[in-house]
C-alpha cells in the first residue's frame, strides 16, 4: 500500500530535549512537507523540501531542523530551542510542482512532559 | 489581513440539505485550491482541488472558484452525518520563494444533524 507513515504516534520530551519526528513515503514524490497544528487552528509550515538534499524554511521554523538525505524520507527534530512543541505534527508529499495536491501522513501528537 | 480567511463556523445543517463553505484569499497571484477534511484527531484529508475559474464537481462536492473576487467555496450536496468535520481550504501561492507553498485558512467545522 502506497502511504505516507509518521511515527511514533505519541511523543513526550522532556525539558532540554531534542526529540525527531520520522516521516517516510513510499509514493515516489519529490516534495515533502512539515506541518504544525495548534488545537482549532489551521496548519501553519515549518519546513518543506522540493528535492534530495535541499530544504527552504517555512513560516514557524525556528526551533525545528530537518534533513532530506533520502527521496523518501524527511526526519523532523524538535529542538530545545523550541520553547512551545506541544502540538499535532502533520508530514505531508506531493509530486514535484508548485500546483500538486499535498496528501497526508496520520500525524504525531508531541507533548511535554 | 490573513493570507486565506474562513468562518470558523461552526456551521450546523440539517441532513440531505447543502452545505455552503467559503473561502477568501488575499494574494492575487494564487494558482491552485484545495479543499480538506479532517475529522476530529485525524490527519487532513484532501477533497476536492481547483485551478481555473468556474465549477469542478466530483460526486457530492462541488468545488467553485472566483479569481477575480478570490473566493472559492464548497458545496456539499445531500449533506450527511458523517460529513461532520472540520473543512480546511488551502491555497498555493504564485511561483518564485512561494513554490508550492501552501497556505491554510482556520478551517470550518461542519456539522450535519439527523
Known amino acids: 500500500d502506497g502511504g505516507i507513515t509518521q511515527s511514533p504516534k505519541y511523543l513526550f520530551r522532556k525539558e532540554g530535549q531534542n526529540v525527531t519526528l520520522s516521516c517516510e513515503q513510499n509514493?515516489?514524490?519529490?516534495?515533502m512537507y512539515w506541518y504544525r497544528q495548534d488545537p482549532g487552528q489551521g496548519l501553519r509550515l515549518i519546513y518543506y523540501?522540493?528535492?534530495?538534499?535541499?530544504?527552504q524554511k517555512g513560516d514557524i521554523a525556528e526551533g525545528y531542523s530537518v534533513s532530506r538525505e533520502k527521496k523518501e524520507s524527511f526526519p523532523l527534530t524538535v529542538t530545545s530551542a523550541q520553547k512551545n512543541p506541544t502540538a499535532f505534527y502533520l508530514c505531508a508529499s506531493s509530486s514535484r510542482g508548485g500546483n500538486q495536491p499535498q496528501h497526508f501522513g496520520d500525524g504525531t501528537r508531541l507533548s511535554i512532559l | 489581513q490573513k493570507e486565506v480567511e474562513q468562518n470558523s463556523g461552526p456551521l450546523s445543517v440539517p441532513e440531505g440539505a447543502i452545505a455552503s463553505l467559503n473561502c477568501t484569499y488575499s494574494?492575487?497571484?494564487?494558482?491552485?485550491f484545495f479543499w480538506y477534511r479532517q475529522y476530529s484527531g485525524k490527519s487532513p484529508e484532501l477533497i476536492m482541488f481547483i485551478y481555473s475559474n468556474g465549477d469542478k464537481e466530483d460526486g457530492r462536492f462541488t468545488a467553485q472558484l472566483n479569481k477575480a473576487s478570490q473566493y472559492v467555496s464548497l458545496l456539499i450536496r445531500d449533506s450527511q452525518p458523517s460529513d461532520s468535520a472540520t473543512y480546511l481550504c488551502?491555497?498555493?501561492?504564485?511561483?518564485?520563494?512561494?513554490?508550492?507553498?501552501?497556505?491554510f485558512g482556520q478551517g470550518t467545522i461542519l456539522t450535519v444533524h439527523p
Open positions: 523540501s522540493q528535492i534530495v538534499n535541499d530544504f
Open positions: 494574494d492575487r497571484g494564487s494558482q491552485s
Open positions: 509514493l515516489n514524490h519529490d516534495a
Open positions: 488551502a491555497v498555493v501561492q504564485d511561483g518564485g520563494t512561494s513554490y508550492g507553498k501552501l497556505t
